[in-house]
């Protein structure tokens, strides 16, 4: 049974409002077209009747809070604890008392497609002023890098709280975090290796650049005397080709950045 309270009608009231609101938003952008999409939703709950998260604690991540605006707080910039893949970590998330039943899930985007999947889903347990604890296995097929961890706390039992609700409004009580999480291969050490290695070599006239593991963000080329002759940002790849044809008989210098964070140095005759 859920929880029932007069508020309803004020939250629904409000939602309304908002929803009015973010039309009229929309509409003013879209006719300036500067409409931006929002990867991840916001859902609408009421918090203030302490159906809310107090801490959440996993790995090195440990933050308190209280009742967000509309039930949603964003904790995305906070320092992100590293989950290694194929591990169980323990969390520990405490719940307000507004209802005997205060169940909480998690999810983490594990293939940052700005959505969360059945796949991606942890119940936790359920609790009523207290602290809620339990496992999150990281699978073995994650990719590496940071991902979005939301938490969810709901007035339902454990029947109430499946793996469909991240975005849910119905439940209408509650509250929703939402965390950054980087997770890591548990690679051995031949494994860590590899994964810094980074290959460039001529093809056909031009520069290909690869990473077996991670990802190129940033690819600077200079010649002997230190001119930067091309320079590209955000390439998000694991494979780039440099069309460096112009630049033959010569000696160039490549600066290569990747997403875990290191540049490496590579030599090659153009």
């Not at 938003?25 to 409409?35: C, D, T, W």
């Not at 809070?65 to 590293?82: E, H, I, K, Q, R």
């Not at 793996?163 to 548990?186: K, M, P």
Request: aromatic share 8%; charged share 20%; hydrophobic share 35%.
């Amino acid at each position: 049974m859920n929880k029932i309270t007069f508020k309803k009608n004020e939250v629904q009231i409000k939602k309304l409002a908002g929803n009015v609101e973010l039309f009229l938003v929309f509409v003013f952008l879209a006719g300036s077209h500067a409409v931006q999409s929002q990867t991840y939703c916001e859902p609408f709950l009421d918090c203030t009747d302490d159906d809310l998260i107090l801490n959440v604690s996993i790995s090195t991540l440990t933050n308190a809070s209280t009742c967000g605006v509309d039930g949603y707080n964003d904790f995305t910039t906070l320092p992100a604890p590293v989950l290694t893949t194929g591990t169980s970590y323990p969390i520990a998330v405490t719940v307000g008392d507004g209802w005997s039943n205060e169940s909480v899930s998690v999810w983490i985007d594990y293939n940052s497609n700005g959505t969360f999947e059945a796949s991606e889903f942890t119940f936790i347990g359920v609790g009523s002023g207290s602290v809620v604890n339990g496992n999150i296995s990281i699978p073995s097929s994650a990719t590496s890098g940071n991902k979005r961890m939301r938490v969810r706390v709901a007035a339902v039992g454990s029947s109430g709280a499946t793996s469909g609700l991240a975005c849910d409004e119905d439940q209408e009580y509650g509250e929703t975090e939402d965390y950054t999480v980087n997770i890591q291969s548990n690679a051995g050490r031949d494994d860590i290796t590899k994964m810094k290695q980074v290959i460039a070599y001529k093809s056909s006239g031009a520069t290909v650049v690869e990473t077996p593991y991670n990802i190129i963000t940033s690819v600077k080329i200079y010649d002997l005397l230190g001119k930067l002759v091309y320079n590209q940002d955000n390439i998000g790849l694991s494979t780039l080709k440099i069309e460096t044809g112009n630049l033959s008989n010569q000696v160039l210098i490549l600066k290569i950045a990747t997403d875990d964070g290191s540049v490496t140095s590579k030599k090659i005759i153009n």
